[in-house]
């Protein structure tokens, strides 16, 4: 930590280099699809994997530096993953997220695939995303054909906007045809989030399968699972570094 | 053990975190949701896996003591976890449990998020559970305003109380739009049947997928499995320590 | 090897308990469901697992050696598995065969529950059974209340009688609301059957999911497949010790 | 390398065992179901994996080299695959490829057995393959009955005829009831390609549970996502070496 509490450059890379490495560990990302960033909102700079390189083996030093607001690279000899312009674009829009992470995890891709969002049907969802998780629309082609991996981002941030979301509560969305883009305040949220994410797809596809006109859960269920453990009277976890446990 | 058989708070402490290891290693939680304990029942005294903790970590001394009537701490300095006062709950209602488990495991959360009891479809299940594997009502808006991890508990022994049940020879129920709670004369026993109902909800939804009136198996058949391992005429393993394991 | 070719006792012992092993290292068995044996067809004795013991875990000094005439334990101390008189009542029925396995395996399972065949769908299934996996016909409730467990041994024989199938060429059925029995040549083909029905059922189930009215593969193709391996013709493998491998 | 820039015959060797090793620890190969192989071009020379050899095991020395035109062996003591005439005919229709893959993989095979091509339902399918993954009508009798794995061959490299597609852009083809082929410019490129056809099926029958009439991603993104990684304008990876890795 540095003097005004905020991690220095090198905790960072540690930090999203872990948040790469549990893509992988915890089985969201085959074929190397998938990264995570992080963001030193100091400096303006987002720490992010390289392309090409599987996120299982990311070490802290292969990780590639670039500016928030404009995406130069300020270190690192690599490329940076193609993906770069979608966190960018999200790290400007939600001034409050200090990481991004990105799967194409099958359970999750699913319901991305189908344009359809991650109905809340039990307190597992609850417990980490305070509602459905939204699906975007669809790319026009001027956004397919123009800066892509922008309007990925743009087009995440509208469908938060759009459904007036605070991004913290909603850590979550997919992209049509795509896969999920999570976030959170920090790296290893991001990469928690990705993992609660494909969780409830998954349950939720099997809750369907068994019951396809299955309840969501009430109002008053959710708001009581999602605060257990976010918000003010949060009372779950020792008080810090909660990241997403439970139990 | 003790001189009257019963183990000491040590080999409770033992017991109860291999319990949680268990459940980690069998693949039942995820994010760290989940968690085992046991009592001393002489004693008076449960011990519980601390809250934010991931199960597959959980060594004898991290575990918290509280007091089965009142929920205070009387060993540790981690908060214990938020689901202690649904334990309580069980083990002041049921006095023949020994130990109580809670996952998030997902084919058995799909049939909670479903509010479907787990039909009894076959030998796997009539082996652990003596019939269908009952879900409870939904909580209501007072439950969950309230008490809420407390009145998970109570509506567990409702439900088991309303089907007029025996808790040993149904150890299990799913909460509605939650997930599987189990235990057992002991927190082995608790943990082997968290496995049991995610591996009997697993062949479940697979059977129904296939055969969607597929018939539960009848009285003879289930009564003949439930007692080659339950009961005065138990016919299977060595006799004791069977924990669950059949072959 | 004996001067007969035959195996020895300690041969088949190893044999055996590898083939137990092999059982849980192919994630056929949770909850030590499970077990393998196999027959010195010139003692007239059957080495099987313990009852109780994890499949994952066996030992040769571990099995059981029991009679397979009148099922008396000829050596060891430990109480044979419990579904040793079904598998006694196979090696009677059947003398060509030399090797059992009995798992709850999840697919496999959801067919017996179903209470239907798996279709032959594929020539992953026309590589291992000479047309569809049979299941057996409900037992009745004389037979449960009766020698239950000789009474699904002589019911599995009973459907390949009726169907006027050879057990090495249809190596596996579906005992019905229970799971599937196995079995070959040796207890290590008995194994690879065991994974080998769990595999096809898993494709079948997705493929019914895809297309409920998938057509079976035609005859021309099934004895294609299946004279690859097996028979005068085989040309697969290296002539000998092939186990169900191909490719 | 040698001086003309193709890889020596140990190269390849070393190359086409990895191959072989990937399939089996991505999960791809039961049973030892599954081979690989690439070839020397200026040699005229396929180094296949032997008959009955399990994947993972394959070590260099093991592999078989057979002459691409008349298949005989040039070096190796054992049976090359089964499935070599199969291999061979794609080499010799398809000049641009280098290796070659095949497996029984559980998703991919599931269309292969419902005969229905894979549907292009997202990015993850759009980046590896350029249009949805065709099936191949059924094999006549005469075609079963006589040379029946270069009619195989023949029949996949009929499918990727009629649609005009290109082999490099289409990598992949299932064979109608047994399961999917697949190549690319390496041995490497093709088992990628093996594990890219199982991940995209895996999403899309999930795709197909959620919303049966899931619409193909259109054109334009189709076209987006494939050229990213392949052709003249791609800008994933560092510039070499990209062996299906995005990120």
């Known amino acids: ?17 872990a948040a790469n490495r549990r893509l992988a560990s915890a089985g969201l990302v085959s074929l190397a699809f998938g990264n995570a960033s992080g963001i030193d909102r100091d400096a303006g700079i987002v720490v992010i994997k390289p392309s090409g390189i599987a996120c299982g083996s990311v070490r802290p030093e292969d990780l590639i530096a670039v500016g928030m607001a ?11 993953s193609s993906d770069t312009p979608t966190h960018l674009a999200l790290y400007r829009r939600f001034p409050s997220i200090g990481g991004v992470a990105h799967t194409h995890s099958t359970e999750a ?15 597992t969802h609850a417990d980490h995303f305070d509602g459905p998780v939204p699906v975007t629309r669809a790319l ?29 509560a909603m850590a979550a969305v997919l992209v049509a045809s795509h896969g999920p883009f999570t976030w959170g305040a920090t790296a290893t949220d991001a990469a928690v989030h990705a993992e609660a994410v494909e969780l409830v797809a998954a349950i939720a596809r099997r809750t369907l ?26 009372y779950y976890g020792q008080g810090r570094d909660r990241h ?4």
Chains 1, 2, 3, 4 share one sequence.
């Open 140 to 168: 026009t082609q001027a956004e397919i054909g123009g800066s892509y991996e922008l309007e990925t981002g743009l087009v995440i941030a509208e469908t938060i906007d759009r459904l007036g979301l605070d991004p913290l």
């Open 109 to 123: 891709a699913a319901f991305a695939q189908a344009q359809l969002p991650i109905p809340c049907l039990g307190t």
């Open 209 to 234: 399968a068994l019951a396809p006109d299955a309840p969501p859960v009430g109002e008053s269920l959710q708001r009581r699972h999602f605060s257990r453990k976010h918000g003010p009277s949060a």
């Open 1 to 17: 930590m540095t003097a005004t509490g905020t991690p220095s450059l090198a905790e960072l890379r540690d930090e999203v280099a």
């Open 70 to 80: 404009d995406g130069m690279t300020v270190a690192g000899t690599l490329r940076p």
């Open 244 to 247: 997403g446990e439970t139990g």
